[in-house]
């Protein structure tokens, strides 16, 4: 089991900053793949960005490429998710994820373990 917690959401102006993290506890976190998604109100779930177990290869939509980086901490068991020039449209609950797999994924099916998300608004 992988339990993941969220922190960092809040509301900010457009063309500001945030960085969420997303703790990890109980089995080995760096053998895990992480994920973030995020969901808008009536919308889907979507894939934000994925780390593969080492860090070393990292992948994003295209709709945050060149914004947004996901970092991992292996030694704090702790993944990030560096969040700049912000808009309104990403505005939405953001989740962690873990895969079993050290091996990224871009569909929330791949992960096994979410955590509970956290709101990120973005006022235009």
């Known amino acids: 089991q992988v339990q993941l917690v969220e922190s960092g959401g809040g509301l900010v102006q457009a063309g500001g900053s945030l960085r969420l993290s997303c703790a990890a506890s109980?089995?080995?976190?760096?053998?895990?793949?992480m994920g973030w998604f995020r969901q808008a109100p009536g919308k889907e779930r979507d894939f934000v960005a994925a780390i593969n177990w080492s860090g070393g290869t990292t992948y994003y939509a295209d709709s945050v490429k060149g914004r947004f980086t996901i970092s991992r901490d292996n030694a704090k068991n702790t993944v990030y998710l560096q969040m700049n020039s912000l808009k309104p449209e990403d505005t939405a609950v953001y989740f962690c994820?873990?895969?079993?797999?050290?091996?990224?994924?871009?569909?929330?099916?791949?992960?096994?373990?979410w955590g509970q998300g956290t709101q990120v608004t973005v006022s235009s």
């Open positions: 109980g089995r080995t976190f760096s053998s895990n793949a």
């Open positions: 994820a873990a895969r079993v797999s050290g091996n990224y994924a871009t569909t929330a099916p791949a992960y096994v373990y």
